[in-house]
Every structure is written in structure tokens, then in C-alpha cells.
């Protein structure tokens, strides 16, 4: 079982959809990131936190550490929102970072 | 631009060959690391280096070396390549060790493929 666990893998929204992307983890951490990896490859660090929500423009990132769960949510969806969506935990035990597999996130217009 | 900076962007190696693949920063960051990114697999951790001089192995170390005798460079070696080292591999910095207060910075990918 990973230890980070994201849902769905896959979700498909129209354009102006609220969309929830999840992830559970299993071992105790420090903070978690959340990332974002278009489909040309890069990938860019969107929010680090390590309790209660954060907002920037669009995006709103959430968690609860006493349920070691942690909500990524895009309000009014745009087709530019399209790319993979990455989940990473730094383990209490060190400083690595420990990734979910991705959710695939595709609006269409 | 400040930031992480990898090269090459793509590379195909035939399998036995050895190749280096660069990793730089700019932002007097102390922690480097290298992934490699599978499908169907998160990206997994290779080697990470916390300072110049100090290096240690991560998930999936076999195969690679690495070396960080600067604070900006953080090259990645293949000593000899084999077609399960294809993958997408990942340069990424941050400020300091402890990455719970300090956010990464990642390079922009290179795709290798070995044959």
C-alpha cells in the first residue's frame, strides 16, 4: 500500500466546475505539498502546508492532520487547469518527500 | 532566471553506455535531489545531497552516482545503462533540509530513453 494514496486518478470536468482532488496519507509528516505537472513535463510547487487552508487565485488547498487528509479544490474550472495534479508529504522521520501517483485532471471548454 | 536548470532535455543511450545528466541552481539552496517518474508510479527518490560534500541514497539509488561538490551542481551519473533506467528524471532544490517550512523548485525533465 503507498503511503500516499491520491483520488480519483483520473477526472474529467466542464470548464466552470468546482473540482476536489484528494489525498490520504498514512505516516506522520511535516507538511505537504501540493504539485502541478502540465503536460510539456515541468512541474511547479502550487501550496506547502502543514495545517489549516491556504488560498491562492483559484486554488484552495486543505488539511486535516489529525485525519492525515489533505483536499486540493479549483473553483470555476478553466480548460487551462488541465495537467496532473501531485501530491508529496516530507515524512517527520527526515526531509524526503514522498509523492502520490497523480490525478490526470482534464476540463473541457 | 533564477531557478533550476537541467540538461539534456532528452537523451536516448544505448544500453552499456554511461552518460551524466546535469543538474544546476542558482539559489544557494542546500538540498538537491533527483527523481525518476514512471507511469503508473509516483516520482521516486534516486539520491539527494543536503550540502556540498554530502550525498546520500533514496529510494531507488542502484545503478546512479551522484556528486555535490558545489552548492550549485548536483550532477547525476549512469554508469552503465539499462533499459529500465528509461524514465523521465527530475532535478529538484530546496533552501534547506527541512523542506516542511521551505517549498521545492524542480527542473524541467529529462526524458531519457536507453535502447
Known amino acids: 500500500k503507498n503511503e500516499v494514496e491520491q483520488s480519483p486518478q483520473n477526472l474529467t470536468a466542464q470548464e466552470g466546475e468546482f473540482i476536489t482532488i484528494n489525498c490520504s496519507y498514512s505516516?506522520?509528516?511535516?507538511?505537504l505539498h501540493w504539485l502541478q505537472q502540465h503536460p510539456g513535463g515541468g512541474i511547479v510547487s502550487l501550496f506547502m502546508?502543514?495545517?489549516g487552508k491556504k488560498k491562492h487565485g483559484r486554488l484552495i488547498a486543505t488539511i486535516n492532520i489529525q485525519e492525515k487528509h489533505s483536499s486540493l479544490h479549483i473553483t470555476a474550472s478553466h480548460p487551462r487547469d488541465s495537467a496532473v495534479y501531485i501530491c508529496?508529504?516530507?515524512?517527520?522521520?527526515?526531509?524526503?518527500?514522498?509523492f502520490g501517483e497523480g490525478t490526470q485532471l482534464t476540463v473541457n471548454p | 532566471n533564477a531557478g533550476v536548470t537541467q540538461t539534456p532535455k532528452f537523451q536516448v543511450l544505448k544500453t552499456g553506455q554511461s552518460m551524466t545528466l546535469q543538474c544546476a541552481q542558482d539559489?544557494?539552496?542546500?538540498?538537491m535531489s533527483w527523481y525518476r517518474q514512471d507511469p503508473g508510479m509516483g516520482l521516486r527518490l534516486i539520491h539527494y545531497?543536503?550540502?556540498?560534500?554530502?550525498?546520500d541514497q533514496g529510494e531507488v539509488p542502484n545503478g546512479y552516482n551522484v556528486s555535490r561538490s558545489t552548492t550549485e551542481d548536483f550532477p547525476l551519473r549512469l554508469l552503465s545503462a539499462a533499459p529500465s533506467q528509461t524514465s523521465v528524471y527530475f532535478c529538484?532544490?530546496?533552501?534547506?533540509?527541512?523542506?516542511?517550512?521551505?517549498?521545492?523548485?524542480f527542473g524541467s525533465g529529462t526524458r531519457l530513453t536507453v535502447v
Open positions: 529538484a532544490s530546496s533552501r534547506r533540509r527541512d523542506s516542511s517550512n521551505y517549498g521545492y523548485t
Open positions: 505516516v506522520g509528516i511535516s507538511a
Open positions: 502546508l502543514s495545517s
Open positions: 508529496a508529504v516530507v515524512e517527520t522521520s527526515g526531509s524526503r518527500l514522498t
Open positions: 539559489m544557494n539552496h542546500e538540498y
Open positions: 545531497s543536503v550540502g556540498a560534500g554530502i550525498t
